[in-house]
């Protein structure tokens, strides 16, 4: 499982108390900009990176993304464009990439074809958000095959029961959303948070990253020692959007 | 029906392809409806409200001018229309209603197309007490202000969805991303037979209450059962609602008209199963066929009539079509104001645009069948309710100097 290993091999930095890791949605606003802010990352620090591929209906993210994810179709993004561009980050950059995006991208693409392609072109993991273990079989199976990492979600929904379960599925880390709804808006980390991170904690041997409202340097050093990897989604695009990729670098320096 | 192993499926069609979020939420849905399901007295309290607050049984009426004209087989009408808000909307609603009370849930949201479905979701809340946000389309609310006023007044909020193609899907989307946000006293109303399971199962149900009063009442008005039965779907509630009297019974032809919008060669169109451009996909919580392109984007859709303008089709009906069990065919958009107008002269009887379709396909072979067959169609609803939309297709004069007129009098 290369995507475990190399995440362990990150933790066990000592200067990495905190592992980051960032979202990208494909084509928006452009890939030119998505080329520029995804080496200022990997320049900060930054130690996964997301890349969503756009689709129609994206029914698990907020206005921010989902905008995103119109513009960048409208603007001509296809599925084709989007593995090309990964290859080309995966060779520059040394950090482990991953693919974020909803099922039917895979299904329409084969998602054999898809796992193929993506293992080819050197991508580590895959977090589809509305493809439960229940839908998955022919996925999960294949994910073994090609060895890239299916990403399983928590939510603070979810009981120890089902996060167990989860967890057999899930390989490289668990996704936990912070909070209920979609992606975008800021969360509140109170005790609630807290005990819902550790159930997610006892229920897997798999580091934990914590998504869904994470923003600000604060909410970083508050997850430090809680969990294993910050996940900054939103913030990144909407700081693309008012102050352009050059502020990308220092935004992401100053997290940690 | 279900004859995969897996719950939830059609063949290989539905499933429930939903965010983590929602697992449990979908565990406490299912468990509720199953349990309602083996509940005769729920069915009953179903029937007996839908008696007293709408007006079931709806009728089914032999429409004899039309028969006449066309000179083959009966025609008959099931009045839909006749329930309370005018469409059969009120059946699914007023059915979840009484599962929500059962779950002990205080909110209810819903997305809506042509607004009926709104309107009937905004009525059930005021009925029982629910606060109440409906989703739709901003391209919609154009469309079918008049419905927009209705819910308003009803007391529910209405949020135009700004996002993708402004309309059905999208509103669809936007109910998701409430729900996933207020689930815990909040139950989202699907208004068809699509989505995540169990809702095509669960809507399918409360409409089938459409069929098994139309297999009784033909059986009673024309003695024995029709030839074919003719339904228009644009998620398919009103369809599944009335072929469930007949799905047993080979010998009746069923008949599901899509939205042909501008014709088939137009790519402006929302026939996922009659044209040939529609492709399996997952989206919106389930597989079935989709109006999509080769990267699974979906496409802009095109009808005259809102409620059947979505990219998906139940996949309860994507089943049957392929077992070919229900046959599938187009009427465009030209063709249901030619229907209509028809219906109203002969009939006194104004259909919905959606429900036109129905009517189209049904004129189309009434003709070619004998005197001694009957055919029913589903009128789903009433179309007085598109005022708006009906008279500027018509293009109507009269109405376009009233509306002028009605301009001046606010100092447009």
């Not at chain 1, 080819?120 to 090609?146: M, Q, V």
């Not at chain 2, 399918?204 to 039965?229: D, L, M, T, Y």
């Amino acid at each position: 499982m290369e995507l475990s290993r190399q995440i362990k091999t990150a933790l066990a930095d000592p200067d990495r108390k905190i592992l980051l890791m960032t979202h990208i949605v494909l084509g928006y606003p452009s890939l030119e900009t998505n080329r520029r802010v995804i080496e200022q990352m990997v320049a900060n620090g930054v130690d996964l990176i997301e890349m969503q591929i756009p689709f129609s209906e994206p029914m698990a993210d907020g206005p921010v993304i989902v905008q995103a994810n119109q513009e960048a179709i409208e603007q001509g993004i296809t599925v084709r464009g989007c593995l090309d561009f990964a290859e080309e980050m995966t060779k520059t950059h040394p950090i482990p990439f991953l693919f974020m995006t909803y099922y039917n991208i895979l299904f329409k693409f084969g998602v054999e074809e898809f796992f193929k392609k993506a293992r080819e072109i050197g991508i580590k993991g895959f977090i589809i958000p509305d493809l439960p273990p229940e839908e998955g079989e022919e996925f999960f199976a294949l994910s073994r095959k090609y060895d890239i990492a299916p990403i399983l979600i928590f939510a603070p929904t979810s009981t120890p029961e089902r996060m167990r379960e989860l967890s057999r599925f899930s390989r490289g880390f668990i996704y936990c959303a912070a909070r209920k709804g979609v992606t975008g808006r800021q969360t509140d980390f109170d005790a609630g948070f807290n005990d819902y991170l550790r159930t997610c904690r006892a229920s897997t041997d798999l580091p934990l990253a914590v998504g869904f409202g994470i923003s600000r340097k604060e909410d970083v050093d508050y997850l430090t020692g809680k969990a294993d990897i910050a996940v900054i989604g939103t913030r990144t695009i909407n700081l693309v959007n008012e102050q352009g990729a050059a502020a990308v670098g220092p935004f992401i320096a100053g997290l940690r | 029906m279900n004859k995969a192993n897996k719950p939830g499926y059609y063949g290989e069609w539905g499933g429930a392809f939903i965010p983590e979020v929602l697992y449990q939420t979908f565990c406490d849905l299912n468990d509720a409806f199953q349990k309602a399901k083996a509940d005769p007295a729920f069915w009953q309290e179903y029937v007996s409200l839908m008696s007293t607050y709408s007006c079931r049984p709806t009728p089914l009426t032999h429409a004899e001018n039309l028969s006449r004209h066309f000179g083959g087989a009966q025609i008959f009408i099931k009045r839909e229309d006749l329930n309370h808000t005018g469409a059969h909307k009120a059946n699914n609603v007023m059915g979840q209603g009484l599962l929500v009370k059962r779950m002990g849930k205080t909110r209810v949201i819903a997305e809506t197309g042509a607004g009926q479905h709104g309107v009937a979701t905004a009525t059930m809340a005021a009925k029982f007490g629910f606060a109440c946000t409906i989703y739709m389309g901003e391209e919609d609310v154009q469309r079918q202000r008049p419905n927009v006023f209705w819910m308003e007044k009803l007391g529910s909020t209405v949020v135009p969805v700004t996002s993708g193609s402004k309309t059905l899907k999208d509103a669809i989307n936007e109910a998701f991303r409430d729900w996933v946000t207020r689930m815990d006293d909040t139950h989202y109303v699907m208004g068809t037979v699509c989505g995540p399971h169990p809702f095509p199962e669960m809507v399918a149900w409360f409409q089938s209450i459409i069929g098994r009063e139309a297999c009784g009442q033909i059986k009673q008005q024309f003695g024995r059962q029709p030839s074919r039965v003719y339904a228009c779907v644009g998620g398919g509630s009103n369809a599944m609602g009335i072929f469930q009297g007949f799905l047993d019974n080979p010998a009746v032809e069923l008949v599901g008209v899509e939205a042909g919008g501008k014709g088939l060669d137009s790519g402006m169109h929302a026939s996922r199963l009659a044209a040939r451009d529609g492709s399996p996909g997952v989206a919106q919580g389930y597989k079935t066929m989709f109006l999509q392109n080769s990267d699974g984007q979906m496409m802009d859709t095109h009808s005259v009539a809102a409620g059947l303008d979505y990219v998906g089709v139940s996949p309860i009906l994507t089943d049957l079509w392929q077992q070919k069990r229900v046959r599938f065919s187009a009427a465009t958009d030209a063709e249901v104001m030619a229907a209509l107008d028809l219906t109203m002269k002969k009939e006194g009887i104004i259909p919905a645009l959606e429900s036109a379709h129905a009517f189209v396909q049904a004129f189309k072979e009434a003709g070619e069948m004998g005197p001694d067959e009957a055919i029913i169609i589903n009128m789903s609803g009433r179309g007085d309710k598109d005022i708006f939309t009906i008279a500027h297709a018509f293009n109507d004069p009269s109405w376009k100097e009233f509306i002028k007129k009605k301009g001046i009098e606010y100092g447009a």
